[in-house]
């Protein structure tokens, strides 16, 4: 089955820097890669999300980048406020296995932006 | 966006007592809901698949007798903890899809459930 590993597990920066957290998985077959945030005690919530179909996708702050040939994605968040501190999750999916929202997790990784 | 209510938020419970946990898909039909639970500052690690109308999928390693999946409806999905042990006590969240999404469908988490087990 998939397997998603994520690195760092903790990213520390200053306000205003770049933060890029990395994920690569095993199953050549999956073709769904979202990031999700989850602050303490809650519900993960989707930032991101982008298909096998394109290298790059940006919202505003955020952008994700996928290598398919590598196997890997990565998360970049420019300009970082505090307010982005949490912990980011990516994920992959394989349709043909449980459909695109049978998600399987990376590690995480928990961000503190120190003012 | 769409909703996914869980409840309860929070339950603290007896050893060898159960727990029932709900997912509902507020304002969408969901044929498939997902459970995961998460230790402390650990990943999201999923549970099984409920499909509504028959019986749950669960991964590896997840005993179905001891969690307990219903999705008798297209809005509900519960799980249930039996003969809880305090090594059962973690954060249990759901979530869900559309009906009929295709490519552009998203998945939605319910808030969770902390539970304790004493």
């Known amino acids: 089955g998939e397997n998603v590993e994520q690195h760092p597990s903790t990213l520390s920066v200053q306000e205003g820097d770049s933060a890029v957290i990395k994920c690569t998985y095993s199953d050549s077959a999956s073709n769904y890669f979202p990031w999700y945030k989850q602050e303490l005690g809650k519900r993960p919530q989707l930032i991101i999300d982008i298909r096998s179909n394109v290298g790059e996708k940006k919202d505003q702050r955020i952008a994700v980048t996928l290598n398919k040939t590598a196997k890997h994605f990565s998360l970049h968040i420019t300009e970082t406020q505090p307010e982005d501190s949490a912990v980011y999750f990516c994920a992959a999916s394989n349709p043909f296995s449980g459909g695109y929202n049978k998600l399987i997790f990376g590690a995480g990784t928990r961000l503190a932006v120190h003012p | 966006g769409a909703v996914v209510s869980q409840h309860p938020s929070r339950v603290i419970c007896k050893s060898g007592t159960s727990v029932k946990i709900e997912c509902r898909s507020l304002?969408?039909?969901?044929?498939?809901m997902f459970w995961y639970r998460q230790f402390p500052k650990q990943s999201l690690m999923l549970m099984a698949t409920s499909n509504e109308g028959s019986k749950a999928t669960y991964e590896q390693g997840v005993e179905k007798d001891k969690f307990l999946i219903n999705h008798a409806s297209l809005t509900l999905s519960t799980l249930t903890v039996t003969s809880a042990h305090p090594e059962d006590s973690s954060f249990y969240i759901c979530?869900?899809?559309?009906?009929?999404?295709?490519?552009?469908?998203?998945?939605?988490f319910g808030s969770g459930t902390q539970l304790s087990v004493l």
């Open positions: 979530s869900a899809h559309l009906t009929g999404g295709g490519r552009n469908e998203k998945l939605f």
């Open positions: 304002d969408f039909q969901a044929t498939t």
